[in-house]
Each structure stands twice: as structure tokens, then as C-alpha cells.
């Protein structure tokens, strides 16, 4: 079963960078054909797209984040990651990761997120 | 920039049924958006319930279904039951590797 487990600090100082991991277990991420997602949601509020990555390095942003964002991915260790510049207090929120599903063999295009992680807490408070 | 639409919240009876929505702030939802439809109870990682407009998840009961209902995308619950008291939210696939999420419908089952 495949499992995603978010890691990295919980606390994060105004201004400073915000980095967390998610490690994959169950599937290998070089096997191909899923994009690998980060997404978040702020206490109280919805979910919100941050970027999502393939193993070969393929990378989309959400427009309204990239010029802070940074993902990675390191096949060795079956982990991507998530790098957030210059962060406020409103970045406070719960992080998740979560396989991204574009293309199924048999149907066709079929994009969604089907497995996540249980989520992050990351606070950005001095 | 685009905004995904959903209700705020909604209420229905137990054993009654409730669609809800997700629409476009301009345009109208098609089968091309791919919407996808997540359960989320507090505390808990999101659900996936519906993809591709309404095909069910592995494990999904039959009584949630996804349509194209109008100008917009549609999750309807039949027969509600007590622990489907919610969050629900869609998400739209925008092209080029873009995704938007809708605000989250809390649905309330009493």
C-alpha cells in the first residue's frame, strides 16, 4: 500500500526559508507515470495547489507561489521536496503531499490527487 | 485569475439527498477540467471520492456519484448518512500542469 509521510520543522521564523520532505513507501517514484504534489491548507481554510513535480525533474508551479517556491525530488532516496522562500504568517498552514494521477493506459486522461499524506503542521511565527 | 466556486455550506436530513457544486467565477465547468471531488473530516488528510467527473474511488460508496450538472461540476450524496458531515472540495485540472480548488462546501447532516 502505498504510503506518504510529510518530515521537516514544525516552526519556521518569519523571513527565513520553510523546507519539508515527503518520503514515499510502497511505490518507487522513478517507476514513472505520476506527478508527485504538494498542497496546503491554512487553519480554517481550503486546500490550495502549490507545485507538482515528475521524476524526471518536470516541474509546475502555481503562479501565484513560484517566484517562492522551489520542489525537488531525489529518486536515490525515494523523497520530493518542498522549499518555501521568505515566508510570512501566512504561510502558517498544514502541508500535504500527494500522488498527482494524470494518465491512466486503459482511459485516458484522468487527473486527481489519489493518495495522500497525513499532513504537516508548519507554523511561521517568530 | 480564476476562482472555483463552491456552496459555503449546506445542510440535509439523514437518509436525504444534497448535490452540491462547483462552478467557474467565468466560464462554465466541463468534462475537460477533469473535476475531482475530496471528502476531508477535521484532523484528517483529505479523501479522494470522485475523479474524472464521476468515476468513484476505489472503496467509494455507490451513494456518491459526480456529474456535469448545468455550467457546473456535481457531487450528489443519496441517502445521506451521519458520518458523511463534511468538508467537501473540488478541484479543477486548469491545463498546463495547473490545478485550482474550490473553497470547500461543510456539509452538515442533521
Known amino acids: 500500500q502505498l504510503q506518504l509521510q510529510e518530515s521537516g520543522p514544525g516552526l519556521v521564523k518569519p523571513s527565513e526559508p520553510l523546507s519539508l520532505t515527503c518520503s514515499v513507501s510502497?511505490?518507487?517514484?522513478?517507476?514513472?507515470?505520476?506527478?508527485w504534489a504538494w498542497i496546503r491548507q491554512p487553519p480554517g481554510k481550503g486546500l490550495d495547489w502549490i507545485a507538482s513535480i515528475y521524476y524526471s525533474g518536470s516541474t509546475y508551479y502555481n503562479p501565484s507561489l513560484k517566484s517562492r517556491v522551489t520542489i525537488s525530488v531525489d529518486t536515490s532516496k525515494n523523497q520530493f521536496s518542498l522549499k518555501l522562500s521568505s515566508v510570512t504568517a501566512a504561510d502558517t498552514a498544514v502541508y500535504y503531499c500527494?500522488?498527482?494521477?494524470?494518465?491512466?493506459?486503459?482511459?485516458?486522461?484522468?487527473?486527481?490527487?489519489?493518495?495522500w499524506g497525513q499532513g504537516k503542521l508548519v507554523t511561521v511565527s517568530s | 485569475q480564476t476562482v472555483v466556486t463552491q456552496e459555503p455550506s449546506f445542510s440535509v436530513s439523514p437518509g436525504g439527498t444534497v448535490t452540491l457544486t462547483c462552478g467557474l467565477s467565468s466560464g462554465s465547468v466541463s468534462t475537460h477540467y477533469y473535476p475531482s471531488w475530496y471528502q476531508q473530516t477535521p484532523g484528517q488528510a483529505p479523501r479522494t471520492l470522485i475523479y474524472?467527473?464521476?468515476t468513484r474511488s476505489s472503496g467509494v460508496p455507490d451513494r456518491f456519484s459526480g456529474s456535469i450538472l448545468g455550467n457546473k461540476a456535481a457531487l450528489t450524496i443519496t441517502g445521506a448518512q451521519a458520518d458523511d458531515e463534511s468538508d467537501y472540495y473540488c478541484v479543477l485540472y486548469m491545463g498546463s500542469g495547473i490545478w485550482v480548488f474550490g473553497g470547500g462546501t461543510k456539509l452538515t447532516v442533521l
Open positions: 510502497g511505490a518507487s517514484i522513478s517507476s514513472g507515470g505520476f506527478y
Open positions: 474524472s467527473t464521476n
Open positions: 500527494a500522488r498527482q494521477v494524470d494518465y491512466d493506459i486503459l482511459t485516458g486522461p484522468i487527473y486527481h490527487f489519489d493518495f
